[in-house]
């Protein structure tokens, strides 16, 4: 049976871009999503979420009449699931919205549909879902009863595409396809072959679901040991940025940047999933978490001890000086402000200084609520004029722009490299 309907369930940062690339090939897709204003704002042909080039690919889509928003579930032949996988209480993953789409699905799920997870989940989920959507409808078999004879077909398939480039990556990539059985990868790799340049690699559902956690905690690991070089390289009075430069001169070295820690809500999330199931043995996962978790903790220490040199050299009261911070969202050129620890240090200087704490963000239009009424959201150039103490935090591009004569006068701390 080919895919004629498509459903996905869960419009944002995954879902929307997915929905509309199947709806680009033609395709009759409906978004799912519980969010009324994201419903509406998508029939209207607009986008809620910041993503370059999506805009237009949903507006043509809406137009088109290949791409409509629903607050309900509706038959399909295919269902995608991208609801949020956050993590609760002491780091375990929150599967209750994965819970609640496939129990939204179930009643409408026909004979032959294929179900497939998306979002990034801990091992076993896929099977889990199998299970919630078979409680459902025990009118209808499923791969862990009826293996390659079910009527409903299950699989795992994680997404890997780096926000700000989520339109390219997600036709261009290679997509790891986690079928509970052969049947289910093979008609879940006929899906995603209707846009996907890349190619669909099939394994099982629980190595698709390690694989997803894998790829994240290697690059959280790998952050973590540039960032505890920081550390070390503070206390030795080497410069961080040259060192790495230097040791990724070896053929086989290739080590990540330090910053003022790891945000967004992947990267900062994905790892303990692996730790919550495997503690005795996820001792490096673990620690690397901890490590960047502690990181503006770190920044934050300097940023008291810079201020409090400024203080002695300039006979000033601490009331007087003006700190200012210099980004707010969690990695260079988006305007994306989750879970960002550029968010974490600037509320904490505000919270701590005396004086007045000054905000450059040009991604941004307003400050956000927690800084609101705290700090002042200013240009580059009104906070080069009137800063005493300049803190770094994002490396956006306007920054790296910053003429290193330009901040030669001020008191400095640098999280990414760039002025000094
Ligand atoms: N954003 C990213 O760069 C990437 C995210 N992922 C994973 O994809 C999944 C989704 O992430 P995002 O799209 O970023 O999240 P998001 O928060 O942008 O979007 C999730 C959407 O699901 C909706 N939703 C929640 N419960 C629902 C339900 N029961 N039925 C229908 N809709 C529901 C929400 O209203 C929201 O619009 C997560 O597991 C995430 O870890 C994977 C790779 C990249
Ligand atoms: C393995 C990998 O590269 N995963 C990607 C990641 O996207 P995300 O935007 O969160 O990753 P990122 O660019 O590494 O940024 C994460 C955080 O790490 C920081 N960061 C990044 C690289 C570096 O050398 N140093 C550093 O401190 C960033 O500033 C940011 O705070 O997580 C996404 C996800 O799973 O949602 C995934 O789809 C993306 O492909």
Redesign the pocket.
Known sequence: MSFTTISV???????LPTAAAFASRQKQVVG????QH?VDTINRGEIH?VEPDLDKVVKTAVEGGFLKASTTPVEADAYLI????PFKGDHEPDMA?VE??AK?IAPVLKRGALVIL????PVGATEQVAAWLAESRPDLTFPQQAGEQADINVAYC??????GQ?MVELIKNDRVIGGMTPVCSARASELYNIFLEGECVVTNSRTAEMC?LTENSFRDVNIAFANELSLICADQGINVWELIRLANRHPRVNILQPGPGVG???IA??PWFIVAQNPDQARLIRTAREVNDGKPHWVMNQVKATVADCLAQSGKRASELKIACFGLAFKPNIDDLRESPAMEIAQRVAQWHAGETLVVEPNIHSLPKALAGHCQLVTIDEALATADVLVLLVDHSPFRAIDGEAVRQQYIVDTKGVWR
């Not at 799912?32 to 969010?35: A, F, M, P, S």
């Not at 991208?82 to 996988?85: E, H, L, M, R, W």
């Not at 998306?118 to 989940?121: D, N, P």
Request: aromatic share 6%; proline share 8%; glycine share 10%.
């Open positions: 369930v869960g419009l944002g940062y995954i879902g799912v999503d519980i969010n994201a979420i991208a609801v949020p996988t919205y609640a789409a939204a998306e979002s990034t989940s994680p997404e890997r595409v780096l926000p989520v997803k967004g809500h992947c999330v994905d």
